[in-house]
């Protein structure tokens, strides 16, 4: 190989962007646009943004003159959107960059979940993205639930059924109720000669909390069933998942091909669990695996004990 001549100058090596480009392809490819969107009453509220007159310039802390858009809404959102970015603004980004090119926006939902080196790990901004999504365009949600999990993990899809449910802001109440209660316990000071009273109450509460977690359970059954058709679609969707992989990996695991088995039944919420209590996913994803007519241990028996059969089905119990 000739080496470069004295008066030749070598520029720095140069990064194959095709070689990346092609890597991150395949994991979009299979991004799905729902042919109908929801009609919402947010649709109206796109046309409230001026996307020909946003303004180019402006300043920086400093005062310096800056482009403050690239005149394109989707690389604004590529550029802008990082993990302290408020919700008002990614929604308002959202609304931008989806008028301007939907199927570059949806891989741009994804991209913040990217937790393989594909992008930012951002999963408040990625459930956030998430919730606008099933908000404005349920159907395209619903659909890419596999792709969305190949960009995060499996447990995302229950998560994001769980912020549907009881709002974007209660992990957020969750944590700040667990920092409340640490500090209280650190500042009580329990008289020693009340310690047989105390543990009395204590068992009186574990029998209380029983109770409420069956009546909440047969609440949240009824709270699921009654739900709005687009969240009882989506957590429909979300069982199907589950249980579309867990037959193939029930059949792995007969034949002792272990390495085959997804990460599904890792990340699937098991049998009383925070997610399974909240959300009845266990019973939802044991319905689909084992129905009725799969065994005749089922025919006699009424609705209500079958529900109950299904829901104490832990389906990946062997694959863990």
């Not at 802008?80 to 199927?103: C, F, G």
């Not at 029983?210 to 909440?216: D, G, P, V, Y």
Request: overall charge neutral; proline content about 4%.
């Amino acid at each position: 190989m000739a080496s470069a001549g004295a008066g030749q100058l070598l520029g720095q090596p140069t990064l194959n962007a095709s070689k990346i480009v092609d890597s991150i392809i395949p994991q979009t490819d299979n991004l799905i646009l729902s042919r109908k969107t929801t009609t919402t009453e947010h649709d109206d509220a796109m046309e409230s943004f001026d996307t020909q007159n946003f303004p180019m310039m402006g300043l920086t802390e400093n005062f310096s003159p800056t482009y403050l858009s690239t005149g394109n809404p989707c690389l604004d959102f590529f550029y802008h959107v990082v993990p302290d970015t408020s919700s008002n603004d990614l929604i308002q980004r959202l609304y931008l960059a989806w008028a301007h090119d939907p199927l570059t926006t949806l891989k741009l939902i994804c991209n913040p979940r990217g937790v393989r080196g594909t992008g930012k790990s951002d999963k408040e901004g990625f459930y956030t993205s998430s919730l606008w999504l099933h908000k404005s365009h349920t159907k395209t949600l619903a659909l890419n639930l596999k792709a969305l999990a190949n960009f995060g993990y499996f447990k995302d899809l229950p998560e994001i059924l769980y912020w549907l449910l009881f709002g974007p802001e209660v992990r957020k109440l969750a944590k700040q109720a667990r920092y409340e209660k640490k500090r209280a316990k650190r500042n009580m000071h329990v008289d020693f000669f009340l310690e047989e009273e105390v543990q009395e109450e204590g068992i009186l509460e574990k029998v209380e909390k029983i109770s409420k977690e069956e009546a909440r359970a047969l609440r949240k059954e009824r709270e699921i069933s009654k739900a709005k058709p687009d969240h009882r679609f989506l957590f429909d969707c979300v069982c199907d998942v589950f249980a579309e992989l867990s037959k193939p990996d029930l059949e792995f695991m007969s034949r002792g091909e272990v390495f085959q088995i997804s990460l599904a039944a890792k990340w699937c919420p098991a049998v009383d669990s925070s997610y399974d209590k909240s959300l009845l996913l266990c019973e939802g994803i044991a319905r689909r695996v084992f129905p009725r007519e799969c065994d005749k241990e089922y025919e006699g028996i009424g609705e209500a004990h079958y529900s109950y059969r299904q829901r104490r089905l832990d389906v990946f119990g062997g694959l863990r």
